[in-house]
């Protein structure tokens, strides 16, 4: 997806003006344990950089039906960050635990300039 320059710019903004530490947990690969269960691996956790959107934003996109209730808007940076995040992953900002509903990697010339999401409880 190509990036509008104004938005690139826009989003910029919001993370360092806005954002606030934030920890992408990739689920480890699981084992299994020998009777045909699998257990879960451990969990790697990922430092990131995010910015929930404005409540006001975040009301009109629930109005359009892009969002559901209780759905929050996520800027995350790429800045640092190892990792394409996906719907497989858990977001954690302060002490809040978010389940990731969807991803949208924006950006320019195939280098991806920050990941917008859609989180949940």
């Known amino acids: 997806m190509v990036v509008n320059p104004a938005w690139e710019l826009i989003a910029r903004r919001l ?25 879960p691996g451990e969990p790697t956790a990922y430092p990131a950089r995010a ?3 404005d409540a006001n ?3 009109a996109h629930q109005q359009t039906g892009s969002l559901e209730p209780g759905d929050v808007r996520v ?9 394409e995040p996906d719907t497989a ?6 002490s ?7 991803v949208a990697r924006l950006a320019t ?7 917008d999401m859609r989180v949940g409880r």
């Not at 940076?77 to 990792?83: D, F, K, Q, R, V």
């Not at 992953?89 to 302060?94: K, M, T, V």
């Not at 195939?110 to 990941?115: D, I, S, V």
Request: charged letters at 20%.
């Open 51 to 53: 910015a929930v959107i």
């Open 75 to 83: 800027l995350i940076s790429t800045e640092g960050l190892p990792i």
């Open 96 to 102: 809040e635990d978010w389940i990731i509903t969807s």
């Open 15 to 39: 993370i360092a003006r806005f954002g606030q530490d934030a920890v992408i947990m990739r689920p480890g690969e699981p084992t299994d344990d020998g009777y045909g269960n699998e257990i």
């Open 57 to 59: 934003v975040v009301l």
């Open 89 to 94: 992953d858990a977001l954690w900002i302060g």
């Open 109 to 115: 010339d195939g280098e991806p300039l920050f990941f």
